[in-house]
């Protein structure tokens, strides 16, 4: 089991920087999971954004946000981050901390989820 909060969230400008946060938490051992952030905009399906091994450091990101966006973890926090440069109106989504037990783009193969923090960005 494992328990994800987010926090972060916030109304910034196009172009702004904004820094995503993701405490966890569980009974298992989270080095075993791959740790990723997913958003979902009004009206659209939940999308894959960004991930990163828990132990490893490996990362991966969707075609979208790669070279805007940089996905770090603190494992003596056993926080992840998700550092936002360069926002854009079309990034406006609730953003979602989640886990999985292989390193994935597939939103419906994370088994874990955070309750999600809105960005919203204005043009």
């Known amino acids: 089991q494992v328990q994800l909060v987010e926090s972060g969230g916030g109304l910034v400008q196009a172009g702004d920087s904004l820094r995503l946060s993701c405490a966890a938490s569980g009974r298992t051992s989270l080095s075993r999971y791959y740790m990723g952030w997913l958003r979902q905009a009004p009206g659209k399906e939940r999308e894959f954004v960004a991930a990163i091994t828990w132990s490893g450091g490996s990362t991966v990101y969707a075609d979208s946000v790669k070279g805007r966006f940089t996905i770090s973890k603190d494992n003596a926090k056993n926080t992840m981050y998700l550092q936002m440069y360069s926002l854009k109106p079309e990034d406006t989504a609730v953003y979602y901390c989640?886990?999985?037990?292989?390193?994935?783009?597939?939103?419906?193969?994370?088994?874990?989820w955070g309750q999600g923090t809105q960005v919203t960005v204005s043009s």
């Open positions: 989640a886990a999985s037990e292989r390193l994935t783009a597939a939103w419906y193969e994370y088994d874990y």
